[in-house]
């Protein structure tokens, strides 16, 4: 025989409300901890400026022969235009962070097996750059002498420091020989494959690519990266999500995420009549 309907009121709605509510603030705090994390362990690097120019001078040479070295060219445009120096620095030090934060809730909100794949492929992306940054400390142009460091000329216009893009007074809590691979670039794409794999409009989705190809030009022009450290970080988020999503389809705890992140949690069987 069938199960009678249960009767429950509007607490249901509470019940979901409240889950969602306690599991979104979970997933903040997730995200929080895998940033201070990220940050201070970028510390643990190396401090020595001699193979970390010795890296970045072999990642020149090695753009000079493919004849994909436009750093100095960039660079000079930056510093020429006033204007675009200043709103390429306002970008490099802002969307890297909130444009992600932006998506990640937009996202939570939209599709819970969308979040948890995407949530994933970047916390896997962001854990082997920074193995990359303890193992292969590479400069960036700015550092490396010929390029100009635009967001210090900058800075006084700005809520960053002469130090990378870190605030004003805490230059010293970053890690200026972490060039390869740039997360700036790779965070960036995340956001148009996530675009993509959502199925959005081809105009959003074309906007979510024109991003991540802004932030590759800014991320060069403004002296801060080598245009191999986008690459590497375009090819780590690639890499990424596909590793995840291998996993994903022979892993069994899958579902149970996607259920605890589900915008209702399961409802008793039987099914519900509201009183």
Do not use: C
Not at 50 to 58: K, V
Not at 105 to 125: D, E, F, G
Not at 188 to 208: C, D, I, S, T
Request: charged letters at 15%; proline letters at 6%; hydrophobic letters at 50%.
């Amino acid at each position: 025989m069938p199960q009678p309907p249960v009767q429950v009121g509007s607490g249901w709605s509470s019940l979901a409300l409240s889950s969602r509510l306690r599991r979104g603030a979970i997933e903040l705090f997730f995200l929080a901890a895998l940033y201070l994390g990220y940050s201070a362990s970028r510390l643990l690097a190396s401090e020595d400026f001699a193979p970390a120019r010795g890296h970045a001078l072999d990642l020149r040479a090695f753009e000079a022969v493919w004849r994909i070295d436009p750093e100095r060219w960039l660079n000079s445009q930056f510093v020429q235009h006033d204007w675009l120096g200043l709103i390429g620095s306002y970008w490099y030090a802002t969307t890297h962070y909130a444009v992600t934060i932006v998506v990640l809730i937009w996202l939570y909100r939209r599709s819970a097996s969308q979040y948890v794949t995407a949530r994933r492929a970047l916390v896997l992306a962001t854990l082997v750059g920074l193995l990359f940054y303890l193992t292969f400390p590479t400069a960036p142009p700015r550092l490396v002498g010929g390029y100009v460091d635009v967001l210090s000329l900058h800075a006084p216009s700005g809520w960053w420091g002469a130090d990378a893009s870190a605030p004003k007074g805490l230059g010293g809590l970053t890690n200026e020989l972490a060039a390869f691979p740039s997360m700036h670039a790779g965070w960036a794409l995340w956001v148009a494959l996530v675009f993509v794999r959502a199925g959005l409009p081809r105009l959003v989705q074309g906007l979510g690519l024109l991003y991540a190809a802004i932030m590759t030009i800014d991320i060069v022009g403004t002296g801060n990266h080598w245009l191999v450290d986008a690459f590497a970080g375009w090819a780590i988020v690639l890499a990424a999500f596909g590793a995840v999503s291998i996993w994903e389809r022979r892993s069994p705890v899958v579902a149970h995420e996607e259920i605890m992140l589900a915008p209702y949690p399961i409802r008793p069987a039987g099914g519900i009549h509201e009183a």
